[in-house]
Nanobody, 115 residues
Framework: VQLVESGGGLVQGGGSLRLSCAVS????????MGWYRQAPGKQRELVAA????????NYADFVKGRFIISRDNAKNTMYLQMNSLKPEDTAVYYC?????????WGKGTLVTVSS
């Protein structure tokens, strides 16, 4: 199973980006999925999570009201719509999937927000 992130880049503060996480090599739909981020010199932290059917989502306080997580199981893809970006959102963003205790991680995509 491979997870590949895309959509990162350089954006001005206040701008928007949409990240995608494409899942391949899986014959099953991954259950819980989520986005994490790691800024330089900091630990990796949870940004948002979503259940298998997308009926429940969870957000870190620092992105509530600005980011939206979603998934399209027919396309084996998860998304993160990021709005009102701030310089402190600068980080490498990773997607993660989990099935019955097995974790799958992507290699990350860099998001840089200029002030």
């Amino acid at each position: 199973v491979q997870l590949v992130e895309s959509g990162g880049g350089l954006v001005q503060g206040g701008g928007s980006l949409r990240l995608s996480c494409a899942v391949s090599g899986s014959t099953f739909i991954i259950n819980a999925m989520g986005w994490y981020r790691q800024a330089p010199g900091k630990q990796r932290e949870l940004v948002a999570a979503i259940t298998r059917d997308g009926d429940k989502t969870n957000y870190a306080d620092f992105v509530k009201g600005r980011f939206i997580i979603s998934r399209d199981n027919a396309k084996n893809t998860m998304y993160l719509q990021m709005n009102s970006l701030k310089p402190e959102d600068t980080a490498v963003y990773y997607c993660k999937g989990e099935n019955y205790g097995t974790e799958y991680w992507g290699k990350g995509t860099l998001v840089t927000v200029s002030s």
